[in-house]
């Protein structure tokens, strides 16, 4: 007979038969809580964005979807401190504007039975709200049968506020600040050298988009100089 030892505040469990005898008090002291919401969607969202060149995917085939044919990238900082996503696709309705950051909003699956037949990039309605979580979020977008752009700010719960109009055309600009800047050691992380290989990544990816959409024009600019482009 196979015997397991386990020492439980002081006492030696020999059996299973003796845990059956022990006191709640253990399970009131015990140190796990459950986290708060706030927490939850944090630690989550990191999963989804864990650096700048998984922020320049995520937007990048947004754009995609949208239907651009162009897509300019630009990034400060290697994208810490800014990365703005600007396409000329067909923009975003203004009824689908409140939901665009909350969780699970998409308007490309209805049902998991759907997911094989989803011909999109994207699919689970996480990228922009876990941007949120990670960093500051501001969006301008026009549709054809809007007569001006507006602007948005999204909070870190992805709720909506508008905030202005602009003179963009037709498209969709994100705009992502302070990335990282609620998690200083990751922040600091991609500063140095690690922020190098984020624009060297950014840089692979497009190309690699540029193979597979050809008649996409891509531009990726790093503090206001041109680092690459598909014309």
């Known amino acids: 007979k196979q015997w397991y030892q386990r020492r439980v505040r002081g006492q030696i469990l020999t059996s299973s038969s003796d845990f059956s005898g022990l006191s709640m008090d253990a399970e009131s002291s015990s ?3 459950k986290l708060d919401g706030d927490t939850i969607k944090s ?3 990191g999963q989804v964005i864990t650096s700048p060149f998984s922020i320049v995917k995520e937007l990048l085939e947004n754009a995609l979807d949208a239907g651009s044919t162009i897509v300019d990238i630009r990034l400060e900082k290697y994208g810490i401190e800014k990365i703005e996503v600007r396409d000329n696709g067909r923009g975003i309705p203004l009824g689908d504007r409140h939901s665009v950051a909350l969780p699970h909003f998409t308007s490309k699956l209805r049902t998991f039975s759907q997911i094989s037949e989803v011909p999109t990039y994207g699919l689970r309605g996480e990228a922009v709200a876990a941007i949120c979580a990670m960093a500051n979020l501001h969006m301008t977008t026009k549709t054809d049968s809007d007569d001006l752009a507006r602007t948005y ?12 109009v602009s003179h ?3 498209g969709t600009v994100f705009v992502v600040t302070d990335l990282f800047g609620k998690i200083p050691v990751r922040k600091s992380y ?6 190098k290989d984020q624009l060297s990544l950014v840089e692979i990816f497009l190309r690699g988009t540029a193979l597979s959409k050809p008649s996409v024009r891509l531009i990726l600019r790093h503090d206001k100089h041109v680092i690459w482009q598909h014309t």
């Open 43 to 45: 630690v989550c969202s």
């Open 153 to 164: 700010k999204y909070d870190q719960s992805g709720a909506m506020s508008e905030i202005g």
């Open 31 to 33: 140190g796990m809580q």
């Open 168 to 170: 963009n055309s037709t």
């Open 190 to 195: 991609y500063q140095g050298k690690k922020g």
